[in-house]
């Protein structure tokens, strides 16, 4: 029995002396006490920006974009990555440039092809004007984050960055707007997930005997039937004609149903658990009703292991809406998702000739690797109490 | 023969973290004398489990043995008449070499307090007791497991054929300690470890093993270290005691002596502050109010200056406890103690 | 609080009180058999006495406290406490509502100080809990009466603020005392309050203790393992042997001239901390007894050395064998047994 004292992980911005930091660590409730912790783990740190800035770029995607996802562009089909040049024709620095493109034909493969003009080169800019849109269907604006800006005579000199479609359009404005759906079908899954998985785990784990087995045996089932083959065939049953946002909806609804299996074990369990601590009997012995000793003494026990539950199925959850979009049974065109972008990259020969169109596979990697560090920092965090 | 077994000489291992420096050990002396029983006293946190493990080069990392010797005089049986013993200095070893590895399990054994945790539960009494057998010794597989089963006989366990082939989980708590028990001596080692080995069981159960302790260390002659808090069970099993404090040895004599003629403040405090049977004999009415030590254990990543227990100590001298350290006194046949009261 | 013309009853009365658990197997969960871990006990304390309870690991002493308490279902029985408000009351056949008044009046001391406290909570939140939901103060003055009694407990007031965390084991034993003595109850079941203590810490809680029963006139029912500690603190001590009572005396007699052979052995077995060699020692042999499956007869004659025929098939009934002294034993009257007196003479 030794005099306490706040542990290293727990610090405060300010330089406070041992004393007034110690009286910090005292009075830290569970969730400072998980916040601190969480800050160890740098990869969850920077995670959580990285992810920060993908749903930033997804909201504000009508902005960020310096096209609108669904314009053609018939003059630059195809096109490959615009060069972003720093060095003009006369050999000297100046702010990153794009050249005119100019279309002629491959004399072999009748592909389209891009030649620089090298007369005229128009600088990147920010902030300039573009395509109208209105924000989230609302707000109108036609102001793009980069760009060349208006030109006269109403001529489009592009900037792709990651190249365009054969369709002509740009493929990075369209993996914008692809995070809308893609990043948010995980969050949509997991408020679904969090629903059932918190119900159904709280009656098993709550009133035990046979409730609590049904409900097992029933997940059970559910997660021994395989994952692909289950998606493709409810998504089979799509009918056609529904209207996109339905689809969306049901997609997600699909998807949830992995999800929520774990949640409700996890919650099961944990509530077995701590069913059992003495200061749940002592809450009852001091007059608590079931309601009460619910919420103050056992949620908030596993509260934290709920958000990590959640959090790690996201990564399945994006996956898998990448998976049937691609596959075809998911979401069609024109709705946007990485998976919806992955149908074009389909055959050999596009991948061979247009490779840029690949460019959604690193989003989704990217996505799901921040999630997954993002989960084990939350992890790590999760009990505060466990040294 | 050295009458020493074991010499602990100014023994120090530390566990460095990022918050601070733990002095788990900070200089302990001790000498471990050959079959007989050493009974180390002392609260959590007074380093006895850490200076055990020491021993034994188990310290978990961060730990390390910064300093300080061990001597372990073992014996080197060159023919019947003539038993030599060696010496080799344990902090020099490396502790995964041969040389640690044959001392370990098979010349010093230990037993721990969690016999559940100390023991494989997926793997059978038989096969773990025979694995130390046919590590240390030459004997093929049914000559170990009689071996084993002999063992489990001598520490007095119901049925051992039957036992042999038992999970631990199948075993009440008694019976569990007494299979450690068996693995521990089934090498005939000339020192037992014993850490808190019976805290975790009933009364009569713990009566039962401090006499099988008692018995096959006679049996055996084997010395027995034998590490707890619990001052009743120091008094039926140990010979010598030693008392720790915050990684020190702050006063070691003989049992009757830690008894009845206690000198350092903490040993007085410690015998003060336990419920005594014997006042039930002798009280009327009203209860007897426990002495308690005042204060707490202090945080152990702050190094006061001067003795250890001064904050806590009813006799502390200011201006002396505080600032210098408490040398080693000698009191006569073997007593000694580190505290300034005494120093002349 | 009492009547004190009561002081001659019993503040509680335990009669033939049984806790059973079902235990199940397969699929379906058929009850195949029953655990008794308590089985038929009968006790009384009075007021501002000190009950032991001890007994080795499976004997039933915290199931027993904890039934007498309701913590858990008694399966049959009676527990008949004078409650301050309601009277003398059946605690075991209470409805609700009433049990919330005796819940004031009966409160629980829990063993290990880091699981008996929510740790997401402050200690204002954990003290003033049955203040709170018993509907008994709020606000300001909720916070003044947790003040008054972490004083009392030992705790600065400024505590209330902090979590559990901030604090050691003897400061959350502590914490759990002054939760226990809150709502101004008159009984406390104390669950093995030491038992997860270091020496010197253990020193100050039992001190506590005594010192709280003195000043408030608390009756306690305390179940422990450690005899020295029970003896200590005890004024009579009950004896629990694999869900039965073995014997129930005052401390001194119970020590002093054991009726049980149980309790002879268990005396014989505690390791007392003076040197002098014990001449006289029973040592058990075998196991404790399955509470599942427990031997027929007296649970205990498996092991015991004065076994006769009778002991191996006649339960034997708790008798009163001397004034305040109960025993239950075939052979009580003529045996001879060794207590702690004759083993430290020497």
Partial sequence: ?387 | MTENLIEIKNLRTYFHLAEGVVRAVDGVDLNIKRKKTLGIVGESGCGKSMMSLSLLRLVPSPGKIEGGEILYHHTVHENQDNALSSVVDITKLDPMGKEMRSIRGNQISMVFQEPMTAMSPILTIGRQITEVITLHQKVNQAEARNRAIEMLARVRMPKPERVIDDYPFQLSGGMRQRAVIAMALCCQPQMLIADEPTTALDVTTEAQILQLMRDLQEEFGMAILYITHNLGVIAEIAEEVAVMYLGKVVEQTDVKSIFYQPLHPYTRALLQSIPQLKDVLLRHDDARRLQTIKGMIPDPYQHLKGCPFHPRCPEAILGVCDTVEPKVIQMGEGHIVRCHLYDK | MTNPANKSEPLLEVQDLKKYFPIKRGFFKRVVGHVKAVDDINLHIMEGETLGMVGESGCGKTTAGRSIMRAITPSSGKVMFRDPILGLVDVAALDDKDLMHVRRSMRMIFQDPYASLNPRMTILDIVGAPLRAMGLFHGKQLEDRVAEILDLVGLRPEYMRRYPHAFSGGQRQRIGIARALAPSPTFIVCDEPVSALDVSVQAQILNLLQDLQGKLGLTYLFVAHDLSVVAHICNRVSVMYVGKMVELAPTRDLFVSPLHPYTEALMSAIPLPDPRPRTKRVLLSGEVANPASPPSGCYFHPRCSYCQDICKTEEPAFKELTPGHFVKCHRAAELNLTGVSEILEH
């Fill in chain 1, 1 to 387: 029995m030794t005099t306490i004292k706040a542990p290293r992980w727990f610090s405060k911005t300010k330089k406070v002396d041992a004393a007034q930091k110690d009286e910090a660590f005292f009075r830290a409730s569970q969730w400072q006490l998980v916040w601190w912790k969480f800050r160890r783990h740098k990869l969850a740190q920077m995670a959580m920006v990285v992810l920060g800035i993908l749903y930033f770029i997804a909201i504000f995607a009508e902005f960020v974009s310096p096209f609108d996802p669904l314009h053609r562009m018939k003059e630059f089909t195809g096109m490959t990555p615009s060069p972003i040049r720093i060095i003009d024709a006369q050999g000297s620095l100046r702010f990153p440039f794009v050249y005119k493109p100019i279309q002629a034909r491959d004399p072999e493969t009748l592909r389209p092809i891009y030649k620089e003009d090298t007369t005229q080169l128009f600088p990147i800019k920010f902030f300039v004007q573009g395509d109208d849109y209105k924000l989230w269907g609302l707000i109108p604006g036609n102001i793009h984050l980069y760009g060349t800006g208006l030109q006269p005579d109403n001529k489009i000199i592009p900037v792709f960055i990651l190249g365009a479609d054969t369709l002509g359009r740009d493929v990075l404005s369209r993996i914008f707007f692809a995070g809308r759906i893609s990043l948010t079908v995980g969050l949509i899954g997991i408020v679904l997930a969090f629903f059932f998985g918190l119900m159904l785990g709280g009656l098993a784990g709550f009133f035990g005997g046979l409730i609590d087995e049904v409900i097992m045996r029933v997940i059970d089932v559910l997660i021994s039937l395989p994952q692909i083959p289950l998606w493709m065939s409810l998504a089979a049953a799509l009918p056609q004609d529904w209207p996109q946002l339905q689809t969306y909806l049901y997609v997600t609804v699909i998807l949830s149903i992995f999800g929520w299996t774990s949640l409700a074990r996890t919650v099961r369990g944990k509530l077995l658990s701590l069913r059992e601590e003495d200061y749940v009997m002592a809450a009852r012995l001091d007059g608590e009703h079931e309601g009460s000793i619910i919420t103050r003494y056992m949620l908030p026990g596993f509260a934290s292991y709920i958000i990590v539950s959640l959090t790690i199925s996201i990564p399945g959850m994006i996956l898998g809406e990448t998976a049937l979009s691609f596959l075809g049974l998911g979401l069609q065109s024109p709705i946007i998702s990485y998976g919806v972008m992955l149908q074009d990259a389909q055959n050999l020969q596009t991948i061979s000739q247009l490779p840029w169109l690949l460019w959604p596979v690193a989003f989704v990697v990217l996505a799901v690797l921040m999630f997954n560090f993002l989960g084990d920092g939350l992890r790590d965090a999760a009990d505060p109490y466990v040294t």
